[in-house]
């Protein structure tokens, strides 16, 4: 079988449309946005431009056809995240967190739970939020681990046909909804059997807002990302139908891992998409200015050598991420562990291309005028949020490595059906 990285038909009309509507709608906002004190106006200030992108059909378009959406793949995906992203980071991750939002009702919920959760994210209209509520004060990394170590303090407790959620959640983004009373809907993890093994302990639980219970106890100022939010909420004995569990009571941990493997690709195109806009800004500054010499400075060696690095590892980063998002949507074995190093390399990659291009651009780089401050800002939250690259991603990566019978040529094999012992998520 050719290797190869062929966009369709389709592929190339998608991206061309989601760059056209990245240009039309969200160029702009960061400006507006960085005038404003605090993270909640920030964030209040996107509103419009998130729901130009819902009317415009862009929430459809990132829910699978199988959730009643128009979303064919993984890679497609891949692609509208690149666009969007590399115009605006903050509203871009506000549309891609819903889609996280949604994971377990779209691939673990019920027929049921699926007609009366996603109907109104289905809907052209409006600005619904959804969030993945799993990060807790103190750090979650040890999320799957058992008692006393645990990463999920929060509680679920099964009550008079309903359950009682009890807890605190941080970074989680979307979690205060649009005025702080919660997202449309919340997915949250939650303990339910303290004393059990993390593969039994976790379940998955449908918060439909407003919520009742929930505070907004801080919005942190965050140095990238500036107008995204991701509050500190805690929940008082929210109480939901006993339904509204996802899958099976103790399954979460399946729940939370098939939610993640495709995040982590996507994290990985963030990076991408970041370093793209920062290498065509870098490039057109280079063709240019001569900086008061005689030549523009991308005639001068060492100006050339910077960007053609730069270009080199954009190019390896989206060879990777595409190569990752193409294995999860094949269903191969290799999957899982392709989008793991995606989401390690493109994160770290795109902090260190956007430094080095900063040093082509030279001091005038170190101004809000220009903009690739803020890209790397942005960049910066990449290693440590969608599961942090040291305390989470990489222990995943040493898990599969320790693994009897890891085969390290899965990744290059042709065969999508083969087995592989399984991994923690």
């Not at 009366?116 to 969030?131: E, N, Q, V």
């Not at 098939?258 to 800004?281: E, I, N, T, Y």
């Not at 190019?315 to 193409?326: G, I, K, N, P, Y």
């Not at 942005?378 to 490595?401: I, K, T, V």
């Amino acid at each position: 079988m050719a290797i190869e990285f062929t966009l369709d038909p389709d592929q190339r009309r998608l991206r061309a449309a989601a760059r056209e509507i990245a240009h039309d709608v969200l160029a702009g906002v960061s400006a507006r946005t960085a005038r404003l004190a605090s993270p909640e106006e920030r964030f209040a200030a996107t509103r419009p431009a998130y729901q130009q992108l819902v009317e415009a059909g862009y929430l459809r378009k990132v829910l699978p056809e199988s959730a009643g959406g128009e979303l064919r793949s993984t890679l497609d995906l891949a692609l509208i995240a690149e666009e969007l992203t590399a115009v605006d980071a903050s509203v871009a991750l506000t549309l891609f967190a819903v889609t996280l939002g949604l994971a377990p009702v779209v691939h673990a919920g019920t027929a049921a739970q699926q007609r009366a959760h996603l109907a109104r994210f289905l809907t052209p209209a409006g600005t619904p939020l959804a969030a993945f509520a799993l990060s807790e004060p103190g750090g979650s990394a040890n999320f799957d681990a058992p008692p006393p170590a645990e990463g999920v303090r929060t509680t679920a407790v099964r009550e008079a046909g309903h359950w009682v959620i009890t807890g605190a959640k941080k970074w989680v983004s979307n979690s205060a909804g649009w005025d702080g009373t919660g997202p449309d809907l919340m997915s949250v993890v939650a303990r339910t059997d303290p004393a059990a093994a993390a593969s039994t302990a976790l379940s998955v639980f449908l918060v439909t807002g407003p919520v009742s219970g929930l505070s907004v106890t801080g919005t942190p100022d965050t140095i990238g990302h500036r107008a995204h939010s991701t509050p500190a909420i805690t929940l008082a004995d929210v109480r939901v139908p006993e339904d509204n569990v996802v899958g099976e009571v103790g399954g979460g941990l399946t729940i939370v891992g098939s939610a993640f493997a495709p995040a982590a690709a996507q994290v990985g195109v963030f990076g991408l998409a970041l370093m793209r806009a920062a290498f065509d800004h870098a490039l057109r500054f280079a063709q240019a200015e001569t900086r008061g010499g005689p030549v523009p400075i991308i005639d001068h060696q060492a100006v050339g050598y910077a960007l053609a690095s730069a270009k080199t590892r954009i190019e390896a980063v989206r060879s990777l991420t595409w190569r990752a998002c193409h294995a999860l949507d094949t269903g191969s074995p290799a999957g899982r562990e392709l989008a793991l190093h995606a989401k390690v390399f493109g994160s770290e990659t795109a902090v260190t291309v956007i430094t080095d291009l900063m040093q082509v651009v030279g001091v005038d780089s170190y101004a809000h005028e220009q903009p690739l401050g803020r890209l790397l800002q942005d960049a910066l939250a990449l290693p440590l949020f969608g599961g942090s690259n040291l305390g989470l991603r990489r222990r995943q990566l040493h898990a599969m490595l320790r693994q009897p019978g890891y085969d390290a040529d899965a990744t290059v094999s042709a065969d999508h059906t083969a087995a592989r012992p399984p991994a923690n998520p």
